[in-house]
């Protein structure tokens, strides 16, 4: 018996559709596409419950003539794309050619569209596969697009839609990635009688953050950029020190698509490695530019991912424009309150008499931090931290001394900076650590008596998930049977006796993180493990060293680990504790009160 025959053009169109449209949002998503290819200026987006009932998209772009409203509907009819060679290029959002097709197949769907030739507009309405009427209309310039009753013919699609509300909510994240991606358009986002999204026209990015997310954000964010080969990024992430504890304001855009990448997103969270404080996200908004021929967009129906041709490029694009924006600290500067604020700082300026009999030295706070136990991470904002900001404008800060073997105490230019001694060389070495890594140039060193190490049930399971990470950093590890190991190699780094217990540190450590920031980890451990301890005394020359390169690092406020190195007690503080003049200090001996 013959069992293969032809599926009717119908069904075909309908399995067809589904790729294409499988929600509300997806149908928002083809039409505000379309409105930006057409150049609109204006786009409006009205659905009635959650889209389930009406999705109805307007804009004041280029229009339609009557046969170009009558052959869009037509599956692969598009004036976005007419050879192959065109699809290495793909400049616009759609090219596929296919979305008014798969809409009007599962739904009620009325078009209507002038494209300024004439003061005749077009009105074509269809439901499902049918052509229903085509008329006359008076319309200004542009297109509107109404989608009744998203698959009324297909019950079992239907079934899957959730609730109006739900719906809503990736409507309004679209609308709020395409408005980010086209600050100059405006976009109105309304759902029955409520305005979700109204964003008029701005000039920048910034001021979309601002119109959508609000001040607080902005303020929280640097401008990006960084460029090579060809590809460019820019755009808007976290300060230092600033982020959230969630993950949910991150948006990428690929040659203004757009995207959910995962390269992007691990390239993003290994640039703010070391940079915020731990359990910290950064928000960020990056644009990634790339000649067309190397990325592909054509990857699946929906448009929503992407190919790189060079990850290696996107990830270095990514870390170097976050990099250099946190080290760029000035943008950090006005996160801080400024003495005489409300802020603690300001208090103690008020209160300087009290805190001089504690005869501590360094003001209240700073001796808070001082001792024992107290909390080693302060709010950010706190003005106790210095950041990098405060730390770079100071000129070479001269190294004073050491306190209690644990501290450098050095004179900036506004005041004294109390500098943690590991905290800072583990900020320096993991910096060079990190050097070394990106040239895989690990110094390595044979153990001349290779010590056997009897590792626990799960440091077995942590070595054999981090061998090659292990193998990368220039430890060679032998599994000799059963649960021992023979350390062959280490990276050069330290003395052979710490070599094992380095080793098993590390070990310990790898087992607790998820594969995109392990290697990271990794280095930031070693760092800690190699930089001096608290309670090392040192020479001057060596904290004259370890200032110096600190403040060469990206990050001199913070360390891999996203705890303070400086604290800066504020020269201005200092006066008026001892009840002098801020500016234009006479020597007195004896202040008068
Ligand atoms: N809002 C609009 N304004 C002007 N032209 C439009 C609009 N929407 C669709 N079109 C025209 O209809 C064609 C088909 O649209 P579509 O099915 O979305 O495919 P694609 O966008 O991939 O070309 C487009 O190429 C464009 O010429
Ligand atoms: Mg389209």
């Not at 640097?222 to 990024?233: C, F, L, S, T």
């Not at 996107?314 to 976050?322: C, H, K, Q, T, W």
């Not at 801080?336 to 008499?353: S, T």
């Given at each position: 018996?013959?069992k ?30 379309n ?10 987006v009205?659905?009635?419950d ?35 060679e ?8 759609g090219?596929r050619?296919e ?10 769907l ?60 990736p ?5 709020t ?34 119109q959508?997310?609000g001040?607080k954000?902005?303020?929280?964010l ?12 820019e ?16 948006y ?6 757009p ?54 490029l ?9 990099g ?11 996160v ?18 009290a ?6 030295g360094?003001?209240?706070i700073?001796?808070?931090?001082f001792a ?9 904002g ?10 770079r ?120 993180k998820?594969a995109?920031?392990?290697r990271?980890?990794?280095l ?70």
């Open positions: 018996m013959k293969i025959h032809l599926l009717s053009e119908e069904v075909a169109q309908k399995i067809a559709a589904g790729e294409v449209v499988e929600r509300p949002v997806s149908v928002v998503k083809e039409l505000v596409e409105c930006l290819d057409a150049g609109a200026t204006d786009v409006r009205e659905l009635l959650g889209g389930k009932r009406l999705i109805k998209v307007q804009d004041d772009g280029s229009g339609m003539d009557r046969e170009d409203a009558a052959l869009c509907f037509r599956r692969h009819s598009t004036s976005k794309l007419a050879t192959e065109d699809l290495e290029r793909i400049a616009t959002l090219f050619g979305a008014l097709a798969s809409i009007a197949a599962v739904s009620r009325t078009l209507r569209t002038q494209d300024g030739a004439d003061d005749r507009g077009t009105m074509i309405e269809r439901e499902g596969e049918r052509l229903v009427a085509v008329t006359d209309i008076a319309f200004p310039r542009g297109t509107s697009v109404e989608v009744r009753d998203l698959f009324f013919n297909l019950p079992a699609r239907q079934k899957f839609l959730r609730s109006g509300s739900s719906e809503l909510g409507v309004s994240k679209y609308v990635q395409a408005a980010l991606a086209a600050p100059g358009v405006r976009f109105t986002l309304v759902h029955g009688a409520r305005e979700v999204i109204a964003c008029p026209p701005v000039m920048t990015l910034r001021e979309r953050v601002f959508i997310f001040k954000m902005v303020d929280g640097m401008d990006v950029a960084a460029e090579e080969g060809g590809g460019r990024i755009g808007l992430a976290s300060r230092p020190l600033a982020g959230r504890s969630d993950k949910t304001v991150q990428f855009f690929v040659n203004g698509r995207v959910k990448d995962r390269i992007l997103m691990a390239a993003l969270n290994q640039a703010y490695a070391g940079i915020l404080e731990r359990g910290r996200s950064p928000e960020a908004f990056l644009f990634l530019s790339l000649p067309y021929a190397d990325v592909d967009v054509n990857v699946h129906p929906a448009k929503a991912e992407v190919r790189f041709k060079d990850t290696q996107v990830f270095r694009l990514v870390l170097r424009a976050v250099e924006g946190a080290a760029r600290g000035h943008t950090i500067k006005e801080l309150p400024a003495v005489g604020d409300k802020g603690p700082a300001g208090r103690v300026a008020e209160e300087g008499a805190w001089t009999s504690r005869g501590l360094f003001g209240p700073a001796a808070d931090r024992p136990g107290a909390g080693a991470r302060p709010a950010p706190t003005d106790w931290t210095a950041t990098s900001a405060d730390v404008t100071a000129k070479g800060p001269a190294v004073l001394g050491q306190y209690e073997n644990m501290y450098i105490v050095a004179a900036g230019e506004d005041g004294l900076l109390v500098i943690d001694q590991h905290n800072a060389h583990e900020r320096v070495l993991f910096e060079k650590y990190r050097e070394i890594d990106r040239e895989r140039l690990w110094p390595r060193k044979t153990l001349l008596i290779p010590p056997l190490l009897e590792l626990s049930p799960s440091a077995v399971v942590s070595f054999e998930a981090n061998a090659a990470l292990f193998e990368d950093v220039g430890f060679r590890v032998e599994a000799m049977g059963g649960r021992s190991y023979a350390l062959k190699e280490y990276p050069d780094l330290f003395k052979p006796e710490q070599a094992a217990d380095i080793f098993l540190g590390l070990l310990e450590e790898a087992g607790q998820t995109e920031d392990r990271e980890h990794m930031a451990t070693l760092a800690c493990k190699t930089a001096v301890k608290a309670g090392e005394p040192l020479t001057r020359e060596k904290m004259g060293y370890l200032v110096e390169e600190l403040f060469k690092t990206s990050q001199p406020a913070l360390c891999p680990h996203g705890r303070p190195i400086v604290v800066r007690v504020e020269k201005s503080v200092i006066d008026k504790g001892l009840g002098r003049r801020q500016e234009g200090v006479k020597p007195t001996f004896c202040s008068k009160r």
